[in-house]
């Protein structure tokens, strides 16, 4: 088996990094290796290392932003990917994506299934979904994860951000009618070796997968539940839990529309890979507990 990872300094990437480690037979490319404007450098890679994975962890993220940079955001997460699908048939390679709850509306009541019918409402979303449909439509094989509600210790998430306004401000607002479940990026890495190592015994047919803790709760919940494990663990924050307040979208604007409903059921893929989900609280935990061995959060 031989691996190459696109996207290496992102949260899911620096998991996959950490988990795959040093290894001859995996090969993570950097930025400047691989920049996703320039389809050719993404070709070089894949026709030098020839791999039999491909794990796709780059994307344009900025969901606000992409309002404003359309053209970007559509020619790194869906341009890009049309044609590393290409390469990827070329030798062979299973790609393995990692896609979004933002493929859809949030306006279900129930939480989404792979077979759902996709209805983004922004641009990363719109971008996203191109991305999915290059994949599905160029002949290689392929694992499309969707994922929601990113988290770890590593770049920017909401635990980082909402713990880092916790420490300076004594009350806060915080958005309570959207929901969904926060996913740690070692959930996902974790997942993704399974898969591979799954498809390498066996190969897997291609197939979009949802990957999300289980459970559900609102930006608030979450909020709340950090700054309870944060203060817990020793921690010195200025707000008190008592004092995070719960507001409605429509009180905090966005350039970018968010789904009201990020639920994801994972169904599929815990029973492909025999496995539960945890809960979206142990994430949570997990990311403080690490935040606080690095040092980064006191």
């Not at 044609?83 to 939480?111: I, N, P, R, W």
């Not at 291609?206 to 289980?214: A, C, D, K, Q, V």
């Not at 492909?272 to 609280?281: D, F, G, I, K």
């Amino acid at each position: 088996m031989r691996v190459l990872v696109f996207g290496t300094k992102g949260q899911v990437g620096s998991e996959l990094k950490r988990i795959l480690g040093p290894e001859d037979s995996v090969r993570f490319a950097s930025r400047l290796e691989a920049d996703f404007t320039k389809p050719q450098m993404i070709e070089r890679l894949i026709e030098e290392f020839r791999p039999s994975h491909i794990i796709n962890a780059a994307a344009y993220t900025f969901v606000d932003q992409a309002e404003i940079d359309e053209a970007l955001a559509f020619v790194v997460n869906a341009e890009a990917l049309q044609f590393m699908a290409s390469c990827a048939l070329k030798v062979d390679a299973m790609l393995v994506h990692y896609s979004t709850d933002y493929v859809f509306d949030g306006s279900s009541q129930m939480s989404y299934e792979e077979g759902d019918t996709p209805n983004p409402l922004g641009v990363y979303g719109k971008s996203k979904l191109l991305g999915e449909v290059y994949i599905r439509e160029s002949g290689c094989r392929y694992l499309i994860l969707r994922t929601s509600w990113v988290i770890s210790a590593t770049g920017n998430n909401f635990i980082k951000t909402i713990l880092k306004l916790a420490k300076v401000n004594e009350q806060l607002s915080v958005v309570n009618d959207q929901i969904g479940a926060p996913t740690s990026a070692d959930l996902i890495a974790r997942v993704t070796c399974d898969l591979i190592q799954k498809d390498e015994q066996d190969p897997l047919s291609s197939e979009i997968y949802h990957l999300s803790s289980s459970g559900e709760a609102s930006w608030f919940d979450v909020a709340v539940h950090a700054i309870n494990r944060a203060i817990n663990a020793g921690v010195s924050l200025a707000c008190d839990p008592n004092n995070v307040s719960p507001i409605p979208t429509s009180d905090y604007p966005t350039r970018a529309a968010r789904p009201a409903n990020s639920r994801l059921n994972s169904d599929k893929l815990e029973t492909l890979l025999a496995l539960n989900m945890p809960y979206w609280t142990d994430g949570v935990d997990g990311t403080i507990d690490e935040l606080i061995r690095k040092g980064l959060l006191k």
